[in-house]
T-cell receptor, first 110, second 114 residues
Framework: GENVEQHPSTLSVQEGDSAVIKCTYS??????FPWYKQELGKRPQLIIDIRSNVGEKKDQRIAVTLNKTAKHFSLHITETQPEDSAVYFC?????????FGAGTRLTVKP | EAEVAQSPRYKITEKSQAVAFWCDPISGHATLYWYRQILGQGPELLVQFQDESVVDDSQLPKDRFSAERLKGVDSTLKIQPAELGDSAMYLC????????????FGPGTRLTVL
């Protein structure tokens, strides 16, 4: 089955700096890669996703890149703000099976 | 905006007791998922329904866990008997259909087993 690894587990940046979170997956058949943001005590919320036929997607300050050959994808947050502080999860989806990474706790210091 | 509903939000129980969680997916969503999220980890799929049928329950500890979605709408997850290691957040999610990937999560039920 699919195995998703996520790094780093914790990330601390200064407000205004960029943050990058990386994930690798094992199943080359995975074709959908969402990123979820989970604030303390709240539900995971989808912030951006990418499908296997696209290499990059951007939505305002958030971008995701996908390298199918290397089987890794990354989340990029630019101009970070304190409200970006949360746990971020990547996931890989194939054939009705969604596997999540272990999460990255991002702290944005004012 | 439609959301997945779950209840209760918090549950404290003693080991060996029975607990039940309820989930109401977004209206019209045929696929429903139950996940367990241990503190500091990502969600892990327990069971997946397509309408009233189980699609995948390979990760469900069937000796103590059961799930049903009798009318293909809302769903119940039960644990009997609860064990200390069951303490976790139980998340429900739904998606439009079996091959539609975007999943919407509910607020979760935080279970503490004493």
């Amino acid at each position: 089955g699919e195995n998703v690894e996520q790094h780093p587990s914790t990330l601390s940046v200064q407000e205004g700096d960029s943050a990058v979170i990386k994930c690798t997956y094992s199943d080359s058949a995975s074709n959908y890669f969402p990123w979820y943001k989970q604030e303390l005590g709240k539900r995971p919320q989808l912030i951006i996703d990418i499908r296997s036929n696209v290499g990059e997607k951007k939505d305002q300050r958030i971008a995701v890149t996908l390298n199918k050959t290397a089987k890794h994808f990354s989340l990029h947050i630019t101009e970070t703000q304190p409200e970006d502080s949360a746990v971020y999860f990547c996931a890989a989806y194939n054939n009705n099976d969604m596997r999540f990474g272990a999460g990255t706790r991002l702290t944005v210091k004012p | 905006e439609a959301e997945v509903a779950q209840s209760p939000r918090y549950k404290i129980t003693e080991k060996s007791q029975a607990v039940a969680f309820w989930c109401d997916p977004i209206s019209g969503h045929a696929t429903l998922y139950w996940y367990r999220q241990i503190l500091g980890q990502g969600p892990e799929l327990l069971v997946q329904f397509q309408d009233e049928s189980v699609v995948d329950d390979s990760q469900l500890p069937k000796d103590r866990f059961s799930a049903e979605r009798l009318k293909g709408v809302d769903s119940t997850l039960k644990i009997q008997p609860a064990e200390l290691g069951d303490s976790a957040m139980y998340l429900c999610a739904s998606s439009l259909g079996l091959n539609v990937d975007e999943q919407f999560f509910g607020p979760g039920t935080r279970l503490t087993v004493l």
